[in-house]
């Protein structure tokens, strides 16, 4: 009864919703899960990854400085992260400029779609026009993002005006990143996310995206494992939730794929695979396409 009774304690001081179906599907499964469940990455090394406007400075220090590891279901900003700010201020113009049916809301693996190289591993955009581009879609990936940064983009501004047909939601891996993180933690920020979302987009349906296999440490692995396999038992029957966990996309002969990721490669960003790269983006793309086709009521582009 231990975990059920820390996630019951920690919901009722934050106020949410879905307190009961979080702390019985918390509990049913926590004592058998497994990381066996996912393919178990190798051990690696961890390495750890200006100016604002007027209404981002004068948001309280509190959320700015909130702990990392159990402020999940917070609101949290970035404020010491310039790209950050200038980034959402960017989106709060582009929701104005054009119609919007198709949202991809995450972190960094999202944000790459805006990239185009030069290193070609790193090249997303042909993939983002071939799959996306006449789908009046917005990307709201932003790099380093943990489960309370995309809380407060959506309480400020960032789906308004808008109602896409899907959203299409992949977010907790710099959550579970974190040595001190806990994966019931993790699965409280993604439902609080995903209450935002349907409190805000009632008619909009969810295509939530497990937290992808990475090869961080094997920590890192059984508490992903854990936190997806949540998710799918508490949106298994969900009128407008959708739930995906397209690990095998990332294996070979049923092992994690090292060559699918670029983060390790020379001039690379870690000694350990998180990101995928362009071959491996494409991938998870593809593996997608069919349920997104579906929701979104148009051709699948991977046939």
Same mark, same amino acid.
């Given at each position: 009864m231990i975990r059920r009774t820390r996630i019951t304690r920690r919901a009722k001081r934050k106020g949410v919703r879905w307190l009961w179906p979080l702390a019985l599907a918390a509990f049913a499964f926590s004592v058998s899960l497994t990381a066996q469940e996912h393919a178990a990455a190798p051990s690696a090394p961890s390495q750890a990854a200006g100016n604002s406007s007027p209404a981002i400075a004068n948001v309280s220090q509190q959320t700015a400085t909130a702990d990392v590891c159990e402020a999940t279901t917070l609101p949290v900003i970035r404020p010491d992260k310039p790209f950050w700010t200038a980034r959402h201020e960017k989106v709060l113009k582009e929701l104005q400029q054009k119609p919007i /049916? &198709?949202?991809?809301?995450? +972190?960094? =693996?999202?944000?790459?779609?805006?990239?185009?190289?030069?290193?070609?591993?790193?090249?997303?955009?042909? =993939?983002?026009?071939?799959?996306?581009?006449?789908?009046?879609? &917005?990307?709201?990936?932003?790099?380093? /993002?943990?489960?309370?940064?995309?809380?407060?983009?959506?309480?400020?501004?960032?789906?308004e005006g808008i109602s896409p047909k899907v959203v299409v939601m992949m977010i907790g891996t710099n959550n579970t990143h974190q040595a001190c993180s806990k994966w019931y933690d993790v699965l409280a920020g993604e439902i609080a996310i995903i209450d935002e979302l349907h409190e805000r987009l009632p008619i909009t349906r969810i295509l939530l995206l497990g937290i992808f296999l990475s090869n961080v440490n094997a920590r890192k692995t059984e508490e992903d494992?854990?936190?997806? *396999? $949540?998710?799918?038992?508490?949106? $298994?029957?969900? /009128?407008?939730?959708?739930? &995906? +966990?397209?690990?095998?996309?990332?294996? *070979?002969?049923?092992?994690?794929?090292?060559?699918?990721?670029?983060?390790?490669?020379?001039?690379? =960003?870690?000694?350990?695979?998180?990101?995928?790269?362009?071959?491996?983006?494409?991938?998870?793309?593809?593996? =997608?396409?069919?349920?997104?086709?579906? %929701? %979104?009521?148009?051709?699948?582009?991977?046939?």
């Open positions: /049916d &198709l949202v991809f809301l995450g +972190d960094s =693996i999202m944000n790459n779609f805006d990239k185009a190289g030069p290193p070609p591993e790193e090249n997303y955009q042909p =993939i983002w026009q071939e799959f996306y581009g006449d789908r009046h879609a &917005l990307n709201l990936g932003f790099s380093g /993002d943990r489960t309370e940064n995309v809380l407060w983009r959506l309480q400020h501004g960032e789906v494992a854990r936190v997806n *396999r $949540a998710l799918s038992l508490l949106y $298994a029957k969900s /009128d407008f939730v959708t739930y &995906l +966990d397209i690990a095998d996309t990332f294996k *070979r002969d049923g092992k994690f794929d090292p060559s699918l990721f670029y983060d390790s490669r020379p001039n690379g =960003i870690a000694a350990h695979e998180l990101h995928p790269s362009s071959v491996g983006q494409r991938k998870w793309v593809e593996a =997608i396409e069919p349920a997104l086709s579906a %929701m %979104m009521g148009d051709r699948d582009k991977s046939k």
